[in-house]
């Protein structure tokens, strides 16, 4: 045999292309995630009664016909108003997050592949976010500009940017130091090529492990403001504040605080069980 | 006696992503007699590793041990449960592994590592194994055996590293001691220590062991036995000097070939002196990480006062260790790392010293080739991206035209095109060293800095690389700058040869020089470091070349004295260790930098 037919024999032997697809557990986290949204767009029109209606004359009521989930402390239909909050749980929370991703994000890559002044100029004001007290400064703006939808989707977007920043230049300084994208550098593209091209892409698994991460965060954090009286202006309400509200409940396991927190369980699974088990590039486990 | 291992029909499979079984060791049958040293060589994927971890019993993630049988001492190991398989693995047989750097805990002084498998079995009380773990670095020259293990693995170098592991692996007195491929990722004067280590030990106590690797001529220095295999399957088997001197595989024989690569004919023509400026011209160069100093000088330098010269289609070596600064002067001529002083010329124009002021032109004359194929390519696109992109970038190429012109790329590099569609998790090693340089040629640069570029590939690979490099240049008239640590490979392709050591120029020259005497106290060190194909090369080596290997190698100084005076076995003290090192002209056509003259050096080698 000659070195010839060798070297073809042995680079002969490389893997053919294969094309993946969502495993089952993606599949389910999908139809979860489906079925939320869906909500959170009819909600209000599929739910049996108004959200404020005073519907039963105890509170805490046990599962009935007309109120399949029981009623809430103040005898408010716990069905209807999870169907209702959907859309703030679920819309504020899912833009906050889209937002700081956003920022953070494509701060932090620029930040990793720019490397010297910028890197250190963004770092340091993120610090500084990072050290201001989150719900303080959430009530300080809140009770500036008063509570309305965008007014929140804004301030939780920027309580969770530097976090965002923090995680996305990390990861993106691991990929930066890499020869791919030292040859991109030598070649003399610009820093907009290497996040676009360079960097993005070869994050892109472990970035979307932290979308789900910080898109519970924002739920949490909007519970908390809700609860605050400074979130979602009553009679409406988000998940989190319905489990605030009827806390009182849970000493005798009231539905109309473990159905709220069921809803926020299975968004939460739903959205981990996508992001974990998405297939090729996207995939969280996969190694570089 | 019976032997010591009898592996029988042997079979090892694995399961891939998708499930596919897929058997990498195929009826596999070998012994190993007591006191015998056995070596299982072929390339990666081979099996080599597969079959030697299968001696303990082991197999790796996803890996199955289908069939056969492997006796060791009279039993059956896959008949064995998990706990005598455990009570058998690091007392009767030890394994040392390729990484010492990996293999060591950072985090716990070295000596209780060392007898930590002597605890775990119960075999003697903490002071008796720390007493034997020293005249085991004794046996095994490590240099102040008493004190040694107090240290940590950080603060010892990495050819000690490895002869404490081999410490570790015979504190327990094992019977058998596999070695996987614990050499490899050594630089060649740190081999011969360890190469020595190992053989005396291995001697001394008439150890069995097995030897894996895939250097041809290391095994000739150790190995009785050889076991030559190729896709899980043994090609050959017999005594080494039978091997060495009278292959009767094909494969045996290709393997033999490529361990000594042919030398190319030097373009004598190429040579002569021209009017045209040379292709790079680098003058003076100190580059280095950290603020400069008022001189200009880095806080850590790493290259420093490095001057070269390419002339149009012609090929300069530079070879160095580990550490010595070949990479960083890539970096500096590419841009990547600015210079602190100096001056990089292109094509006689000079360039701006960092890449980001240099003009798209001027980037695109030179263009870097990676050693490691696999961190060089971005995993995330496709081949046909990967290759458009410099052309859009350089020539503003689009459509069909960039289509075309990728296709004549891939089929410059002798790959076919329906790779255009692949990512580079699809393809060999050697597939993507070749997207790797296509890369580089769709710039149509001038010149192409290839850094390691064959270090990472099997040796049969590698060559048909250094093949294509050299059709390329003939072909597109290229110019390299050629960055390796394999003396013979430097020698087999390149006209010229630079020799670096700790960030100093120590010889440069035409390559063949390095065949003339005299050469540098360095040159001549590294020239005698490598192990040569025949046996008995380990123990005819002179007590010069034992003395200066063994010395730890320099970190690049601050000075303009020589840095290899630590290690020199003609150094004059108090003139090299002071005085700046003046570069000298040799009659047989290269410059050295040496206090010494020509006729001293010649002098004091005769001796």
Sequence with gaps: MSAQDSISAVEASALPRRRSQLPLAGMIGAVIIAFWVLMALIGPYVAPHQVGALVDNDGFGRMQWALPLGSDYLGRDVLSRILIGARYSIGVAAAATFLAIFMGGTLGMLAAVSRGLIDMALSRFFDALISIPSKMSALVVIAALGSSISVLIGTIAVILTPGAFRTWRALAVNVNALDFVEVARARGEGAGYLIREEVLPNIAGPVLTDFGLRFVFAVLLLSSLSFLGLGVQPPNADWGSLVRENIDGLADGALAVVMPAVAIATLTIGVNLLIDNLPGRWSSSREH | MAPLVEVDRLRVAARDERGCENVIVKDVSFEVQRGEVVALIGESGSGKT???LSLMGYARAGVTIAGGSIAFDGRNLLDMSQREISSLRGRDIAYVPQSAAAAFNPARPL??????????????????????????????????????????????????????????????????????????????????????????????????????????????????????????????????????????????????????????TARSEALQETSTPPVLEVKHVTAGYGATDREGIPTLPVIRDVSLSIKHGTTLGVIGESGCGKSTLARVVAGLLPAAQGEVLLNGAPLPRSAAERTRDQLRGIQIVFQMADTALNPARPVSRILGRPLEFYHGLSGDKRRRRVAELLDMVRLPANMVGRFPGELSGGQKQRVNLARALAAEPSLILCDEVTSALDTVVGAAILNLLAELQRELGLAYLFISHDLSTVKAVCDEVMILYAGQMMERGNRSALRERPLHPYSELLISSVPELRQGWLDGISETVLKEATAGVARPGRGAACSFFERCSVRIPGRCDIEPTPLRRLSKGADIRCQRTEEELMELRAR
């Design chain 2, 50 to 52: 597969t079959i030697a």
């Design chain 2, 111 to 264: 000596l209780k590592q060392v007898i930590e498998s002597s605890q775990i079995h119960r075999l003697m009380p903490v002071a008796e194994a720390e007493a034997k773990a020293v005249s085991l670095f004794r046996e095994l020259m490590l240099p102040n055996p008493e004190k040694v293990g107090e240290r940590y693995p950080h603060q010892v170098s990495g050819g000690q590293l490895q002869r404490l592991l081999a410490a570790m692996a015979l504190v327990t007195d094992p019977s058998l001691v596999i070695f996987d491929e614990p050499t490899t990722a050594l630089d060649v004067t740190t081999q011969i220590e360890v190469l020595r280590a190992f053989k005396k030990a291995i001697k001394e106590r008439g150890t069995t062991a097995v030897y894996v690797t895939h250097d041809l001529a290391v095994v000739a220095q150790i190995a009785d036995r050889i076991i030559v295999l190729r896709d899980g399957i043994i090609r050959e088997i017999d005594a080494t000097r039978r091997i060495l001197k009278e292959p009767k595989n094909d494969y045996t024989k290709s393997l033999l070939a490529a361990a000594e690569p042919q030398v190319r």
